[in-house]
């Protein structure tokens, strides 16, 4: 494994010599569901940004939201091993609060997927993503943010037990991990218009098993609505 500051070269190094990847210690809150809310290294955080690669699957005239996003799987073995540091800590924090949920859980990792994404620049509105959970499949989902310094503050996070909500906000450098409960609701934020691209890497961590009964192809529509628990 290359270190950090191999190609991070004013990276922190902890006493115990490794890479400091945190900004500062990683909690979970539970307010209004779990989920972690941290920023990265800022080395790593501009080696990723300067080092950032884009592809042409969206359509930037289109009025939905999925074909005006690029996912690009992301290839750089150095932002795949300083991810997969991030992670561990991730799904350590994670496991009493998966394994409470779903007792019958296997607590298997099948893979871990990394993506440059991005939303297109439009000067029209255009309606994001509303109230949704991922597939079953996944244990965890990630979204580390790459704000333009001079983007607007639309495109906001919000994320929901299903009676209460918070907003966290798009912001540079900001990381936010949540376990795929079935109450771990979560939509993106409209932006009236977007002066640049809505950028973040996308991280997904999948199961061996279906830890609940919500899918993007059976339910179209985004709305909160009753979840199974198919690990009880």
Request: aromatic share 12%; hydrophobic share 30%; charged share 25%.
């Amino acid at each position: 494994m290359r270190a950090i500051q191999e190609l991070c070269p004013h990276a922190h190094i902890d006493d115990h010599s490794e890479p400091n990847i945190f900004s500062e210690m990683i909690k979970v809150n539970n307010d209004p569901i779990p989920h972690i809310d941290v920023s990265l290294n800022k080395d790593f955080y501009n080696y990723c940004k300067n080092n950032w690669k884009r592809s042409n699957s969206s359509n930037p005239k289109a009025t939905d939201h999925r074909q005006k996003r690029y996912n690009t799987p992301i290839n750089d073995s150095f932002i795949i091993e300083e991810l997969d540091i991030v992670l561990t800590a991730v799904q350590k924090s994670f496991y009493r609060v998966l394994k409470t949920e779903y007792p019958k859980w296997s607590g298997n990792i099948t893979s871990t997927k990394y993506q440059f994404a991005g939303n297109e620049i439009s000067n029209t509105q255009y309606k994001m993503r509303n109230w949704h959970l991922d597939n079953g499949d996944k244990a965890i989902i990630g979204l580390w943010y790459f704000k333009h310094p001079d983007d607007t503050n639309d495109g906001d996070l919000y994320i929901s037990n299903g009676i209460n909500e918070k907003c966290i906000p798009y912001s540079e450098n900001r990381c936010i991990f949540i376990p795929n409960l079935a109450n771990a609701w979560h939509k993106v934020g409209d932006r009236a218009k977007w002066t640049h691209e809505r950028k973040f890497i996308n991280i997904v961590v999948m199961t061996d098993q279906v830890l609940h009964d919500y899918s993007k192809k059976i339910h179209k529509e985004d709305y909160i609505r009753p979840v199974r628990n198919l690990m009880i």
